[in-house]
């Protein structure tokens, strides 16, 4: 997955199956909490929408706070953890 492929699938997601209300504050260096307002329990969400629609696995063990902390670092997770 390239990287303007995942920046595009977080932004649809929140757009689409999340409905933000910040969405216009998205972009790579939107911080997920602070300026989306994503919570934990939304950030949750959003890793399960990624999961489903991208038909990829997740795993938890992987996960790590830094990788969930703007919307460049959620791109660049998802580009490693597809070209893995």
């Given amino acids: 997955m390239r990287r303007d492929e995942a920046?595009?699938?977080i932004y649809n997601i929140l757009k689409e199956k999340m409905n933000i209300a910040t969405l216009s504050l998205f972009g790579e260096s939107a911080?997920?909490?602070e300026d989306l307002y994503l919570d934990s329990v939304m950030v949750l969400q959003l890793i399960l929408h990624l999961e489903l629609d991208l038909g990829i696995d997740i795993p938890d063990d992987i996960l790590k706070p830094n990788d969930f902390h703007t919307v460049a670092s959620l791109a660049d997770f998802l580009e490693r953890?597809?070209?893995e």
């Fill in 31 to 33: 911080r997920l909490n």
């Fill in 7 to 9: 920046m595009r699938a």
């Fill in 81 to 83: 953890l597809q070209n």
